[in-house]
């Protein structure tokens, strides 16, 4: 009985060294992995810190007025090329559609103070699309592919 309560107990021991063997070597791995992350991050910290010492040499106001002076022929802008205000379109009443006013306009005053108020016609539908900004499906989709950094 002894004998096979030892046999037992040096396989028990036996598992044991091997699992604390393999537990410390895969500990070890672990380690090493561990230490050349930390390499990596910190090789990574010092590219970062020379690329921003680049952005800011690059982006220094007064390099940047050199060489814009020195590659692009730029002046001023002259007054005569900034267009007049009578130019920009201004939003279309329904008198200039040729349509007449809204009925709570052409209440008289005395019908406003009575508290009879008119109710306007119900505007007829290409009214409603004219005063719609018109934007074609087509060229939306045609522009579309041209954002984005092509």
């Known amino acids: 009985m002894i004998r096979l309560r030892n046999l037992i107990w040096l396989v028990l021991v036996a598992m044991l060294g091997f ?29 970062l810190h020379v690329l921003r010492a680049e952005w800011s040499y690059l982006n220094q106001p007064a390099r940047l007025d050199e060489l814009t002076q020195r590659h692009l022929q730029l002046v001023p802008i002259a007054t005569r090329q900034l267009g007049q205000l009578a130019a920009i379109p201004m ?8 349509l007449p006013a ?16 008119v109710r306007p016609e119900p505007r007829p539908q290409f009214l409603a699309r004219a005063m719609q900004p018109a934007v074609h499906v087509a060229s939306v989709r ?7 950094g092509e």
């Open 102 to 117: 809204p009925a709570v306009f052409q209440a008289a005053p005395a019908d406003m103070a009575a508290g009879t108020v």
């Open 19 to 47: 699992g604390t063997y393999t537990v410390k070597y895969r500990v070890q791995s672990l380690d090493e992995e561990l230490a050349r992350t930390d390499r990596q991050i910190r090789d990574d910290e010092d590219a």
């Open 91 to 98: 939003k279309l009443s329904p008198e200039h559609l040729g």
């Open 142 to 148: 045609a522009n579309s592919g041209r954002m984005g």
